[in-house]
């Protein structure tokens, strides 16, 4: 969690990411809480594409970035593969999805 809290904090205000893909490394639910606060910045980069699997992330993370992918932004295409999210964070994913049309996957 501490290499991807230094990597958020270093894209905060880059214009040009739009893919953020940490893919298999053990983010866990405190790493993908600071990938939900970058996301909720104001000067966030304009990430298109987020890929978060095999992260094992479980239901906390999953409503952290729940609160996130229920607003409209860049995002476009989100990655959750094989992670411990429960049906608490797979109720919460959906609600953000039925909130945010702008999600293509």
């Given at each position: ?48 594409r ?26 476009e ?29």
């Open positions: 969690p501490e290499e991807i809290e230094y990597i958020c904090r270093c894209l905060r205000k880059n214009t040009t990411v739009t893919q953020l893909n940490a893919s298999l490394n053990p983010l866990g639910d405190r790493g993908a809480a600071h990938v939900a606060a970058l996301l909720a910045a104001p000067d966030k980069p304009p990430v298109a987020l890929s978060l699997n095999g992260c094992s992330i479980g239901a906390e993370g999953a409503c952290a970035l729940a609160e996130v992918l229920a607003e409209p932004s860049c995002l295409v989100v990655e959750l593969m094989n992670n411990s999210i429960d049906d608490k964070g797979g109720e919460a994913l959906l609600a953000a999805l039925k909130k945010n049309k702008r999600l293509k996957q």
